[in-house]
């Protein structure tokens, strides 16, 4: 059987004061004449070579919204997607989540606009999760099923050990 060529990511589930979640939101184009995919998920990305987790985390919050992180945050979730398709060059995606706590903050990192842009980032926003729980459109979360875990979070505190999630 063939290995499987998986994305293994990191992600920060990024919560200030108000319980209000940082989310990133992603535009994937589709294919030629189809309408792209938006896709809301927490700030974070793949892992470099020679790079551990945690290191990737705290570049990636620098990079995408600005957050320098002094601590190593909890691992609270653990996501693994096999769907060739996914994520483009891969047959599916690793995400492990890492809780952080800040006061609320305006989120600007170090990439410019173009940069963000080449990843398929097109915006930041703080979401409250009633917001989440009662969004309707056509945008979709990551997991797709946010609400539940966001609110047993936030409800329990940090678990004893990674959740794990689906899509």
């Not at 200030?16 to 309408?35: H, Y």
């Not at 919050?61 to 996914?86: C, F, K």
């Not at 056509?138 to 099923?145: A, M, T, V």
Request: net charge negative.
């Amino acid at each position: 059987m063939p290995s499987m060529n998986l994305r293994h990511s990191v992600r920060a589930i990024i919560l200030d004061e108000e319980d209000r979640v940082l989310l990133c939101r992603f535009a994937f184009p589709g294919p030629a004449g189809t309408a792209e995919t938006v896709v809301w998920t927490a700030p974070g990305g793949g892992i470099e070579q020679g790079e551990t987790p945690l290191a990737a985390l705290h570049r990636e919050l620098r990079e995408e919204v600005g957050l320098v992180v002094r601590t190593d945050p909890p691992h609270v979730w653990h996501q693994e997607v096999v769907a060739p398709g996914h994520a483009a060059g891969y047959d599916g995606v690793v995400n492990d989540y890492f809780l952080v706590r800040t006061a609320g903050f305006v989120p600007r990192g170090t990439l410019s606009d173009e940069a963000l842009a080449a990843e398929n980032i097109t915006g930041l926003k703080w979401w409250h999760p009633r917001e989440v729980a009662g969004y309707d459109g056509p945008e979709l979360f990551s997991p797709r099923d946010l609400t539940t875990p966001l609110m047993a979070l936030l409800a329990s505190g940090v678990p004893s050990g990674p959740v794990p999630l689906g899509l």
